[in-house]
């Protein structure tokens, strides 16, 4: 079973058709939140994952449209209202399991806040931080929200984190997915380039 891997896809409708193309091959594709922008809807982001049937929970960004007091995209007739409804009914974290192999996603860290608007960061060097993952009965824990791909082994839990496939924060503007194998828990990681001139 060949999982594909995608998070923080920030409304950038063309940088997640080119991660799915890349991720054509696995058999699932798991996201890990940031689906939008804090203050940017995109209807038709949220129909393709939708019509894709891809699992998605929902990230920082997307529980500050949902749960901010007042915010200004709530109710606006940009936003389709069935879409609004299907990003309400994401859940915040995932478990999943493949056989005898079990998956959690969530978006920052396991111990973040429900519908929170902020999110905890957990990089591969942050050895205290990542060590508290061992609490998650789990054999892969996929995370999102730093935008930068790593995979960690915590314990008998391999951490992967596909970095951002709509939004990249390095210098060199490189997009990422990856692909997990849960029966091997091999990682590919596939980075991309747009023309965005």
């Not at 799915?20 to 949220?46: I, M, P, T, W």
């Not at 056989?99 to 806040?113: I, L, M």
């Not at 990089?123 to 789990?138: F, G, M, N, Q």
Request: aromatic residues 8%.
């Amino acid at each position: 079973m060949k999982l594909g891997l995608i998070s923080d896809i920030h409304c950038n409708l063309p940088a997640l058709e080119r991660a799915l193309e890349l991720l054509g091959d696995c058999d699932e594709v798991l996201c890990a939140g940031d689906l939008l922008y804090q203050y940017r809807f995109s209807n038709v982001v949220l129909t393709l994952l939708r019509e894709r049937g891809i699992r998605s929970i929902v990230g920082n960004h997307d529980n500050t449209i949902l749960y901010a007091p007042g915010h200004p995209l709530r109710g606006s007739p940009s936003v389709d209202a069935d879409c609004f409804a299907y990003l309400g009914s994401l859940p915040e974290r995932l478990t999943l399991d493949y056989g005898e192999r079990r998956v959690a996603v969530f978006h920052g860290a396991p111990w973040d806040e429900p519908r929170a608007t902020s999110a905890c960061y957990l990089y591969p060097e942050d050895s205290r931080l990542l060590a508290r993952i061992a609490e998650v009965d789990a054999d892969f824990v996929i995370l999102g929200h730093t935008h930068r791909p790593f995979a960690a082994q915590v314990g008998a839990t391999l951490v992967v984190n596909p970095g951002s496939c709509g939004e990249p924060r390095d210098a060199s503007r490189t997009y990422s997915c990856a692909a997990l194998d849960v029966g091997t828990g091999e990682v590919e990681f596939r980075p991309f380039f747009l023309d965005e001139r």
